[in-house]
């Protein structure tokens, strides 16, 4: 093939046809050839079975053609030796940190509550239904993690999306990608990275749900998610460089070549775990014998700061913590930190009517459970509980006589004063052991708004199918998970010290 060039099948009317790609043009660089000793012969092969998923091609068809291709590249050399199941050496050292970037659609102010940054439309009766929506819109970006990908000319940083919550291993977009989303910078070439290695479809990470094509053939994945969300591609698996320059390898992804719904707001370039599943970030790293991790939720501040995601020794001591134990997962597929929740109290006042088993999580339809979700932007809680603390809260306000506000995305907001902001009492969560509390301050209770009348308070709660400990409600508290001894320590902290500034 030449090496200007890479070929892209696709279907047309029922035919496959072959289009020759510039391999100079954006997002198509060309596969290296032979001459470079590190030529692909599954190259057509890749992007065969990427459109058979994709465009749902006629098996004959793809069947006839991958069997030629297979026949016309028996003699060449791999691009990348495949990965095999091999222990490598232990690189990562006792400490290391990531960095991570808050989503900036709120920010602290002066009063120490945290503030949408937008104005509100002050007459929702004379909106339309999407502009309703916009209240909520701007908190369901995720925080996300600078990571670096790749070795010498093919080292990358990449913006990822940040996720506890589900089964999804750590991915990126790889060219080619047909179609691809929007990202900040260029899409990952791996032919560029001396240590890209592919991982063939008899390793020992191929397991269900990524599995083979063909036999002794590349690990392809399949990943779906909310909104329509399809990428598909191969597992792989490269260096990850850290912010002191060593490496963390072999760190093991998914390489997207046809990314499909994916909402990269233009900057995000794939997503990557923090959750329990055997890929994601923080399992990999403890495979290593780092089996700490920590990070510190800042608000979003008028400067450009970065904080940290911080493994084994770089996590800072506090001799405030405290301590309650991560439950086992219930099924294959729970890979989310479930907690004992028995309580609830209001200043200091426990809620009558709130009980344990309200708490209860079901192995069958994953419903009830409490969970810490980084991805969730305010915290969740059942629906009887949900009543419970939302009568609570404003029977304790009613003596200030508070106009009461509504806004479609939250149950309880209110016009705020000074006076009214200093009457707020903290909410504390009760787990199990007795000295376990997790306290909501006021600032981490309610979140600010603005219309052209003024400023709104709104309860930074909703209602849901169980309880989850969302971002709002985590920042100034650092969290600090052992997935080794099944353990999660917290405790107060001013976040913002734990940063950087960046450009």
């Known amino acids: 093939m030449d090496r200007g060039h890479q070929c892209e099948w696709r279907e047309s009317d029922g035919r496959v046809e072959e289009d020759v790609l510039d391999g100079s043009r954006a997002g198509g660089a060309a596969w290296p ?7 692909d012969p599954t190259a057509h092969v890749r992007l065969l079975w990427m459109n058979s998923v994709t465009m749902e091609m006629n098996l004959k068809a793809r069947l ?6 297979l026949m016309h590249h028996l003699s060449l050399k791999m691009v990348a030796s495949t990965a095999n199941n091999t222990t490598l050496p232990n690189t990562i050292s006792t400490g290391f940190s990531l960095r991570l970037v808050a989503n900036n659609a709120i920010r602290h102010h002066d009063d120490g ?12 009766q004379t909106q339309p239904h999407s502009s309703e929506s916009n209240t909520f819109e701007p908190l369901q970006n995720p925080d996300s993690m600078v990571v670096s990908i790749g070795t010498r000319q093919g080292l990358r940083s990449y913006v990822l999306k940040l996720d506890t919550s589900v089964n999804m291993l750590p991915w990126i977009q790889c060219v080619p990608c047909i179609p691809h989303a929007p990202q900040h910078n260029d899409i990952f070439n791996f032919a560029l990275s001396p240590t890209f290695r592919n991982i063939p479809g008899t390793s020992s990470y191929c397991v269900p749900p990524y599995g083979s094509f063909f036999s002794n053939q590349q690990c392809a994945i399949r990943i779906t998610g909310p909104g329509g969300l399809l990428v598909t591609g191969f597992l792989e698996q490269d260096h990850l460089t850290k912010t002191d320059g060593t490496v963390i390898q072999p760190f093991v992804f998914g390489c997207s070549h046809s990314t499909r719904n994916f909402n990269s707001e233009g900057i995000f370039a794939g997503v990557i775990s923090i959750g329990r599943s055997p890929l994601s970030l923080v399992m990999q790293v403890a495979a290593h014998g780092v089996t700490q991790f920590s990070y510190c939720r800042i608000g979003g501040s008028n400067e450009n700061r970065h904080s940290f995601l911080r493994f084994g020794s770089d996590i800072p001591l506090n001799p405030h913590y405290r301590t309650t134990r991560i439950l086992p997962v219930l099924g294959a597929h729970e890979y989310e930190y479930y907690l004992n929740l028995t309580g609830i109290s209001l200043g200091g006042q426990k809620l009558e009517g709130i009980r344990p088993e309200m708490f209860a999580r079901s192995s069958k339809d994953k419903k009830g459970g409490c969970v810490v979700d980084l991805g969730m932007p305010l915290t969740v ?8 603390i939302q009568e609570a809260m404003w029977s304790d306000l009613q003596h200030l006589k508070l106009e009461r506000v509504e806004r479609p995305e939250f149950g309880l907001c209110f016009r705020a004063t000074k006076a009214v902001k200093g009457s707020f ?18 600032e981490q209770l309610f979140l600010m708004m603005h219309d052209k009348e003024g400023q709104i308070a709104c309860l930074a709660m909703k209602p849901g199918n169980r309880t989850a400990i969302g971002a709002f409600q985590q920042v100034d508290t650092r ?5 080794k001894d099944s353990k999660l320590s917290f405790a107060s902290e001013l976040c913002i010290h734990d940063t950087v500034e960046v450009d």
């Open 479 to 483: 969290f600090v998970y052992d997935v």
């Open 33 to 39: 050839s032979s001459e470079e000793g590190r030529a």
């Open 381 to 388: 809680v059942v629906q009887e509980v949900y009543n419970i």
């Open 113 to 124: 509550f945290l503030h949408l940054q937008h104005i509100l439309p002050t007459n929702l």
């Open 64 to 69: 006839a053609i991958v069997t030629a291709l």
């Open 425 to 442: 009492k903290p909410l504390s969560l009760h787990f199990a052991e007795e000295e376990a509390v997790l306290v909501f301050s006021p």
